[in-house]
């Protein structure tokens, strides 16, 4: 019987037939490959039949189709509308304004409904067809950029905080991170010879030795954090970078380790997880860290049950002392203890221009949901015709213009009035603290709007906090289309998440920052009950709130939040 065998743990190998088929699929999928290529050609249909699908995520692709209109089709006998959402791998979020304008045309080609930049820093193009899918990928090599591991079970987009132009340390990290990204990503000759047509080679053996035939049981995901900015949402990262400093100086990173999102409603062993601090590294020795830890859960990872496969599972299976020993002994060494640390004061993008310690400018740009389409995608083009400086996605689904010379910077302003998107230069508004996942039509897994619905929320939300006198007080407000939290709701002070359509559970509580978890506070409810439970709370908030405190914070500490005052309005979060 065939055994998992991966470069350091044949220790720990397990008969591939008794765990989860994804495993088994990758196992025989000759380094993902699978039958990707054949399916491609067949023009019979516009989806890639078989198990392909799941291999293709590992090349940055999913297979959907459009929900609006399958009623429709499957009443005239047609197939789905089956289409290829294509992401893009951009280590901490940093283009060049040549690349942006590549991707305009990319996207103008290939792709329905423009760009959208993702809460991990990068570009999803949806709508792609399958005739097209090579071009598309061949188009983006040609600016430079790939969509490797940005998804399927790998290391993801490694994400990097705070604007990476801002100061000499910022560069250092956001350097670093790439550097992770380089490290970390699939090494498989597959991504070549599929999309870009290359020629094969000769050795086929041990092809990716950092992963091994069975590559991750989950998704990995690794994040840098620059304090006081925790825009990256450092705490659910399965291993996230906190930036320590002497001085002006990095000296390294404290640790995280088991963060995720991700949970079930239908599970009560599933659950989203903060990550939690373990250690310090030095700051070269990050990448490496990186790596080794990712091996550890590759190694140790839950591959029979995928629900309790992340890391979060893992580290809670088996405890952070088992953690930190093979950590060490893998790595020759133990961990540091972690460092003080400058603490994180908020998660959002900052408003207004900034200026870097080379003297350069940078101003960040609101783009609702990410989303960058038609008269949108127009105007940035046009402003993009006259400047000089680079670009940078947040995590916070914003446009970042960076490095732009002093004496650029009123014309630039000029420009961004005169075509209309001065506005758009981030005000500290609500708007600027609140992120949605794209949920329908595209996501397969969605059972309730968000993109779509968020801007009608927000106007109702808005218009209940300006009832209280609330109207200057930014909250976290994050919406999913289901629970398993691609906008990382369960960090927002003030969470939806999809469970019918129209119907969503409520979570209230987390940190201003980032680094405490909501809580569920109620189930089933449709938009009318959120606003009914959300009017008194803002009125408390307004009569009693201590100077600064932020909305979830007055919620834990008024108790508003404990058990008995929430049960009420939780039918069951399993039901
Ligand atoms: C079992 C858990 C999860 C599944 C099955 C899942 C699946 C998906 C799918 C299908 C999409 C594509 C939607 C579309 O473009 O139409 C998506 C988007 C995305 N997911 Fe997840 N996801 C999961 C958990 C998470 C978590 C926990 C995070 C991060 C905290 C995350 C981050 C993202 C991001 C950044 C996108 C890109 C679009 C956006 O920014 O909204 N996902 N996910
Ligand atoms: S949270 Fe759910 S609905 Fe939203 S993109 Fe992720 S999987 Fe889809």
Same mark, same amino acid.
């Given at each position: 019987m065939k055994t998992l065998q991966t470069d350091r743990s044949s220790d720990l190998s397990q008969p591939v037939a008794t765990l989860h088929s994804n495993e088994q699929l990758k196992h025989g999928s000759n380094y993902l490959r699978g039958t990707i290529a054949i399916g491609l050609k067949n023009s019979l249909t516009g989806a890639v039949p078989g198990d392909d699908p799941l291999l293709m995520k590992f090349h940055g692709i999913y297979q959907q189709d459009n929900r609006d209109t399958r009623f429709e089709r499957a009443q005239r006998k047609l197939e789905p509308a089956f289409q290829f959402m294509v992401r893009l791998r951009i280590p901490g979020g940093i283009l060049t304004k040549t690349?942006?304008?590549?991707?305009?045309?990319?996207?103008?080609?290939?792709?329905?409904?423009? %760009?959208?930049?993702?809460?991990?820093?990068? @570009?999803?193009?949806?709508?792609?067809?399958?005739?097209?899918?090579?071009?598309? !990928?061949?188009?983006?090599?040609e600016i430079g950029l790939d969509t490797i591991a940005a998804c399927g079970d790998d290391s993801r987009g490694v994400?990097?905080?705070?604007?990476?132009?801002?100061?000499?340390?910022h560069r250092k990290v956001a350097a670093l991170a790439k550097e992770t990204s380089q490290r970390l990503i699939p090494k498989t000759r597959a991504y070549p010879e599929i999309w870009y047509g290359e020629d094969a080679g000769n050795s086929r053996e041990n092809e990716d030795p950092a992963y091994g035939p069975l590559y991750l049981p989950r998704k990995f995901k690794v994040g840098y954090a620059i304090p006081p900015n925790n825009d990256i949402d450092v705490y659910g990262q399965d291993l996230g970078l906190i930036a320590v400093l002497k001085g002006r100086e990095l000296v390294g990173f404290n640790v995280c380790v088991g963060g995720g999102m991700g949970q079930l409603d239908t599970r009560e062993d599933s659950y989203p997880r903060l990550?939690?601090?373990?250690?310090?590294?030095?700051?070269?020795?990050?990448? !490496?860290?990186?790596?080794?830890? !990712?091996?550890?859960?590759?190694?140790?990872?839950?591959?029979?049950?995928?629900?309790?496969a992340r890391f979060k599972y893992t580290l809670d299976r088996l405890g952070n002392a088992w953690f930190l020993q093979t950590l060490a002994e893998r790595w020759g060494k133990p961990l540091e203890p972690a460092r003080a640390t400058a603490r994180f004061t908020h998660n959002n993008d900052m408003p207004g221009w900034q200026r870097g310690d080379n003297g350069l400018w940078h101003?960040?740009?609101? @783009?609702?949901?990410?989303?960058?389409?038609g008269a949108?995608?127009?105007?940035? !083009?046009?402003?993009?015709?006259?400047?000089?400086?680079? @670009?940078?996605?947040?995590?916070?689904?914003?446009?970042?213009?960076?490095?732009?010379?002093?004496? +650029?910077?009123?014309?630039?302003?000029?420009r961004l009035d005169d075509l209309s998107l001065g506005d758009r230069l981030l005000p500290d508004s609500q708007a600027a603290h609140?992120?949605?996942?794209?949920?329908?039509?595209?996501?397969?897994?969605?059972?309730?709007?968000?993109?779509?619905?968020?801007?009608?929320?927000?106007? %109702?939300?808005?218009?209940?906090?300006a009832i209280h006198g609330l109207q200057e007080q930014p909250m976290t407000l994050r919406i999913t289309g289901c629970p398993n939290g691609c906008a990382r709701p369960y960090l927002a002070e003030i969470a939806l998440t999809g469970r019918a359509p129209?119907?969503?559970?409520? *979570?209230?509580?987390?940190?201003? +920052?980032?680094?405490?978890?909501?809580?569920? *506070?109620?189930?089933?409810?449709?938009?009318?009950?959120?606003?009914?439970?959300?009017?008194?709370?803002?009125?408390?908030?307004?009569?009693?709130?201590?100077?600064?405190?932020?909305?979830?914070?007055?919620?834990?500490n008024a108790h508003l939040l404990d058990k008995t005052s929430a049960e009420q309005n939780i039918i069951s979060f399993s039901q």
């Open positions: 690349q942006w304008q590549g991707l305009d045309k990319i996207a103008a080609e290939f792709s329905e409904r423009g %760009l959208r930049i993702t809460t991990r820093q990068t @570009i999803q193009l949806h709508g792609i067809r399958k005739r097209q899918l090579q071009s598309c !990928m061949r188009a983006i090599r994400v990097c905080g705070a604007n990476p132009a801002l100061s000499e340390v990550a939690e601090e373990v250690g310090f590294v030095e700051a070269d020795e990050a990448p !490496m860290l990186a790596e080794i830890v !990712m091996g550890i859960q590759r190694d140790f990872g839950d591959r029979k049950d995928r629900h309790r101003g960040t740009l609101y @783009i609702e949901s990410g989303r960058i389409q949108l995608q127009d105007q940035l !083009m046009g402003f993009l015709q006259h400047y000089s400086g680079d @670009i940078r996605l947040t995590p916070n689904q914003n446009l970042q213009l960076t490095n732009i010379e002093p004496y +650029h910077l009123e014309q630039v302003q000029w609140t992120l949605s996942c794209v949920a329908l039509p595209t996501c397969g897994l969605a059972m309730a709007e968000a993109e779509r619905y968020l801007p009608r929320f927000l106007g %109702l939300f808005n218009r209940l906090k129209g119907l969503y559970n409520l *979570y209230l509580g987390g940190s201003y +920052h980032g680094d405490r978890l909501n809580r569920p *506070y109620a189930s089933n409810v449709n938009e009318e009950r959120i606003l009914e439970l959300l009017d008194p709370l803002f009125e408390q908030y307004a009569n009693e709130r201590r100077p600064g405190e932020k909305f979830g914070d007055f919620l834990v």
